[in-house]
């Protein structure tokens, strides 16, 4: 279940801000990312700066995962990684939408959440961007400037606006 505490949200956006514009220390940047995003495992997790999060509390980590400099995680729903997942550039996960229909729109409220899952193994190429309710399958590899709107299954080689299997892996 999302955690959505906006209190803790402002306080993340500031660590995060100063996370973002600081020195470069590799060690430094990664202490700092495991306070911020609650990552109590020993496992191998970077991002890169800079990179940008709503509440940092609803992205969750298998363990080696790596994301390449600014890349976006709106975490309003929950962001769930494998393990040795690799995001490259200026990739975008977006867990949150808007209904199209104005009568709904009113009677539901002006945003949905919906989780985003990457399974173990997954690459996604630079400059990919992943809608809410997606789930990614294991071994699969999103080629870059891709947009996932629908789920992709396992073992798949996808690129594309919007992304469409090219092969199996």
Not at 30 to 42: A, D, F, G
Not at 121 to 138: D, E, K, L, S, Y
Not at 152 to 158: F, H
Request: net charge neutral; hydrophobic share 35%; proline share 5%.
């Amino acid at each position: 279940m999302p955690i959505r505490d906006e209190q803790k949200r402002r306080m993340n956006r500031e660590q995060l801000s100063l996370l973002n514009t600081g020195a470069y220390n590799r060690e430094e940047i990664i202490s700092k990312e495991r306070v911020l995003l609650n990552i109590e495992t020993k496992a191998n997790i970077y991002i890169d700066v800079p990179f940008q999060v709503d509440y940092g509390t609803n992205i969750h980590f298998s363990g080696n995962f790596y994301a390449d400099t600014d890349c976006l995680f709106s975490d309003i729903g929950d962001i769930n990684f494998g393990k040795d997942v690799k995001l490259g550039p200026r990739v975008q996960i977006y867990t949150v939408n808007h209904p199209v229909d104005p009568k709904e729109r009113l009677e539901r409220g002006l945003v949905i959440a919906s989780p985003v899952n990457v399974g173990d193994n997954v690459w996604i190429g630079g400059g990919t961007i992943i809608n809410p309710g997606v789930t990614i399958g294991a071994n699969t590899v999103v080629g870059s400037g891709s947009v996932v709107t629908k789920s992709l299954p396992a073992n798949v080689l996808a690129a594309g606006n919007p992304a469409k299997i090219i092969r199996n892996i």
